[in-house]
């Protein structure tokens, strides 16, 4: 399975995985691939993979997407190309990848208080055992049915200003708590700043985004 090696404002590179045909890069949670920089549009790029290769597309983005220091509409990517995308630089790996995806270091990042993302037992490292996988399904819009993977240790969504909450995932599973901003949703009842356990279609509302949290 291909991966992209991407490194964010010099930070260290991470490798994330293919994992489907279709996988789209911006700044909006909904993508595949998110990277909270104000140079990435909403919905930036779109990678496809085919039978012989991997197509990168740019989405009308504002700032454009570039290979090898050229902008394109299109175009069959390989090993040897350098992709740009804002200040993303962004290599094609054969190969499973070794990584988490993509955490931005890009100063819009607001960083997850501890109370809310994790409970005190989560401030060592991740664990390394066996944790399901998840992910959230977006609901009752236009782009209904999309899905995001859940494999950082703490994941961000909602809109900054309006509302944010945290998904942590640990030993124990996934918790959902508020960051800031309006009322969380779980199931209709409001999430607090106390973490709390999400299970497999959970129903989550923030800023007015429907989502629902699926396990593997």
Known sequence: MPSLLITLDGAAAQEVGLLHPR??????????????????????????????????????????TYVNGRSIDALRIGPADLIEIGRCQIRLVEGDPVAQPLQSAAAEVRPTPPTAARAPSDDAAPATGPIARARLRLLGTAAAGKEMALLKPHTTVGKPGVAVAAIARNASGYTLARVEGSAVLLNGAPVTEAPVALAHLDQIVVAGIELQFLLD
């Open 23 to 64: 996988t789209t890069l911006g700044r909006r949670t909904y993508n595949d691939i998110v990277v909270d920089h104000l140079a990435v549009s909403g919905e930036h790029a779109l990678f496809v993979l085919h039978p012989d290769g991997v197509e990168l597309i740019d989405l009308h983005s504002t700032n454009g």
